[in-house]
């Protein structure tokens, strides 16, 4: 579906003198713009059938990014006048938007009916719980799931690299595939979601806990190409065979990993992750086991790069799943998992503010 992108002038529409703006507040008079005027528009608002009005000076952007809100807020407080109070106009504004510009004390309003109108000791109009009518185009589609959100994964490991190739390359280290476009954009979202800066060429982490709850809320439980139990041959180093062979990626999964980081009594056949399924298997050998919780373990299959990411490594040669890794799985699971993720949090957290 064809999407039309919003220019500046189909925001401006809106300010007709006559139409609501956030009801039940509407534009009482829209002044000339005279020369020399830097801002987009100045406006009176009043109440719906009202006599007393309130001067603004309107900044407006087509984009409603953390970095674009922010920046138009110092932008449109340089050109208030005597007596005028700054209003921003963009195409959506969320919650958190909404609280940033209240803590400002800087009006909002955008296009699905969301804003915040404040005259400080008069009104503040605020409404909120409208829907995103107009989803940007970013670099990427979500900087927080899939391969890509490897780059926020290894921010949180070490909060500020010297340059994009560097970054990049202890990435791939780590065990992800990407290459420097997928590296570069992915960076380019974290900043304009005020994640990250990038100055002198460095890029360093801002907000370590608003990523982590980025990347948990972003967790979805991957698809699982296909699983098998197993019962091994007695005496079988399972870890030096399944390392044996270059192309198989492998790694116990997370929900299984916990008792590496955390005290968590946890039962049943070890889980492993692994690329390649009929692979793993042929290197194994061993008995198919048709009741899982029989087996020795349970291979399963998937295409998901957070598994095979930053494994910690023990003196047996076996591959766990990294402490964020483990977390993100807990933090989606039963009420037992998710008790278990709060020490980890906690861990992570510690890594990334140090």
């Known amino acids: 579906m064809y999407i039309k992108k919003l220019t500046e002038y189909d925001i401006l529409e809106r300010l007709e003198p006559g139409k609501e703006l956030l009801s039940p507040l509407v534009v009482k008079r829209r002044q000339e713009r005279l020369p020399g005027d830097t801002a987009d528009a100045r406006i009176d608002l009043a109440f719906r059938g009202g006599e007393t009005s309130y001067p ?19 932008q449109v407080r340089s050109m208030v006048r005597d007596n005028e109070w700054p209003l921003l106009m963009v195409p959506y504004l969320s919650p958190e938007r909404l609280a940033e510009l209240e803590k400002e004390q800087v009006s909002g309003v955008d296009l699905c009916g969301n804003g915040i109108v404040m005259v400080p000791n008069r009104i503040t109009v605020m409404r909120t719980g409208y829907p995103n009518q107009y989803p940007e185009s970013r670099p990427l589609n979500n900087p927080y799931r899939g391969r890509s959100a490897m780059v926020a994964r290894m921010l949180l490991s070490r909060p500020r690299w010297e340059s994009l190739k560097d970054l990049l390359e202890a990435i791939q280290q780590a065990g992800a595939k990407l290459s420097l476009p997928q590296a570069s954009k992915a960076v380019q979202a974290l900043r304009e979601d005020m994640m990250v800066s990038k100055g002198d060429g460095a890029i360093v982490l801002r907000d370590p806990l608003r990523l982590l709850d980025k990347l948990g809320a972003g967790w979805r439980k991957p698809r699982i190409n296909g699983r098998k139990s197993l019962r091994l041959p007695n005496g079988l180093e399972f870890a030096q065979v399944l390392s044996s062979n270059s192309l198989l990626q492998w790694a116990m999964t997370g929900a299984y990993s916990v008792k590496r980081y955390a005290v968590f009594a946890e039962g049943g056949p070890r889980r492993i992750a692994v690329s390649n399924l009929p692979l793993a298997i042929t290197l194994l050998g061993g008995i198919e086991e048709p009741v899982p919780n029989f087996g020795d373990l349970e291979l399963i299959e998937t295409d998901e790069a957070g598994y095979f990411f930053e494994n910690e490594t023990d003196e047996f040669g076996v591959r766990w799943a990294s402490p964020l890794q483990t977390w993100l799985e807990l933090q989606a699971g039963d009420a037992r998992q998710q008790d278990a993720a709060k020490s980890l949090r906690s861990q992570i957290l510690n890594k990334a503010q140090s």
């Open 56 to 74: 603004f000076v309107v900044e407006v952007k087509t984009q409603s990014t953390p970095m674009a809100v922010h920046n138009a807020i110092a």
